[in-house]
C-alpha cells in the first residue's frame, strides 16, 4: 500500500466487536492505512493481524474499564474509538422478553455508553479524536420483525448526536453509520435458520435498490472516513451505507 493510502500512520484506534464482520473489516482496514488498532471482542482469536487483542465484555463496565486502559496503555494514545459491538434480535414488540430487551439494550446501546465513558479521558487527549458508532437502517427505517432491534438502533442514532454536541467544543468528532443489509455471520445464521434460505436470501437483496446484500468492507470504508482527519468538518452526522434503502423509491422492475 503507498505511503499516499497511510491516512491513519501515527494514530491508534480502539474497535470493538473486531474479530468478525463489520469490526474485524474495519480493524483490517484501519490496520492497512497505518493505524495501531486494539481489538475489543469476548473472542479475540479471529481478530486481524496486528491488532492487540483486548479481551473485552460491553454488557460489563469492569471488563470495558479493563479492556480501555490496556488498550491504551498498549497503543501509547488513543485518537479513534469504533463503537460497533452488538446483537441481532428478532419479533415484533409481542415476541421478546423484558429479558431479551435488557440484554439487546446492554449490548448494543449501553455498550457504547460504556466503551465512550471509558475512552473519552484519553479522546481528550488526542489532536485527532473521532469516534464512529454502528448505527443502522432500522433506526430510521420501518423494518418487519426487528422491534427491538431497531428500538436499539433508534437509541443509538440518538445517542451519537447528543454525544457529539456535548464534545464537539472539545475537539471531539462523533459520527455513525447506517448500514443496511450487511452480508455479515449474524445474517449468515438468520438465513441458515430460514425455511427457505435462497428465498430469504433473495428478499433481502430485493428490498435494497442496488440488489445486493452490503459488504462489512463497504461499511468499514465509511467508518475509516468518518474517522480519518478527511472528515475534519464532519461530526454529529449518520452516514447510509445501504444500497440506497433510506432514500431510494424506484419503481418496480418490470
Known amino acids: 500500500m503507498s505511503l499516499s493510502n497511510r491516512r491513519f500512520e501515527g494514530l491508534a484506534a480502539i474497535v470493538t466487536g473486531a474479530a468478525s ?4 473489516a474495519t480493524a483490517q482496514r484501519l490496520l492497512e492505512e497505518g493505524a495501531a488498532v486494539a481489538g475489543l471482542d469476548l473472542d479475540v482469536h479471529a481478530l486481524p493481524t496486528g491488532a492487540r487483542a483486548c479481551r473485552c465484555d460491553v454488557a460489563d463496565d469492569d471488563s470495558v474499564r479493563a479492556a480501555v486502559d490496556d488498550a491504551v496503555a498498549g497503543l501509547g494514545r488513543l485518537d479513534i474509538v469504533v463503537n460497533n459491538a452488538g446483537i441481532g434480535a428478532q419479533g415484533t414488540v409481542c415476541d421478546n422478553t423484558d429479558d431479551e430487551w435488557r440484554r439487546v439494550l ?18 481528550r487527549n488526542s489532536p485527532a479524536a473521532a469516534m464512529v ?17 431497531s428500538a436499539s438502533k433508534g437509541a443509538v442514532h440518538a445517542l451519537t448526536l447528543a454525544m457529539a454536541a456535548d464534545h464537539a467544543r472539545e475537539g471531539i468528532r462523533i459520527n455513525c453509520v447506517a448500514p443496511g ?20 436470501r433473495a428478499a433481502l437483496e430485493a428490498r435494497q435498490p442496488i440488489g445486493r446484500l452490503v459488504t462489512a468492507e463497504e461499511v468499514a470504508a465509511a467508518i475509516c472516513y468518518l474517522a480519518s482527519p478527511e472528515a ?8 447510509s451505507v445501504d444500497g440506497g434503502m433510506d432514500g431510494l423509491r424506484l419503481r418496480p422492475a418490470t
Open 181 to 200: 443489509t450487511t452480508d455479515t455471520p449474524w445474517i449468515g445464521r438468520l438465513l441458515d435458520h430460514a425455511e427457505d434460505p435462497d428465498a430469504e
Open 133 to 149: 458508532n454502528t448505527s443502522s437502517i432500522a433506526a430510521t427505517a420501518g423494518l418487519p420483525q426487528r422491534a427491538l432491534y
Open 106 to 123: 446492554e449490548v448494543n446501546l449501553l455498550g457504547m455508553v460504556r466503551v465512550a465513558r471509558a475512552a473519552m479521558p484519553a479522546l
Open 21 to 24: 464482520g463489520i469490526g474485524r
Open 232 to 239: 475534519g468538518a464532519t461530526t454529529g452526522s449518520a452516514l
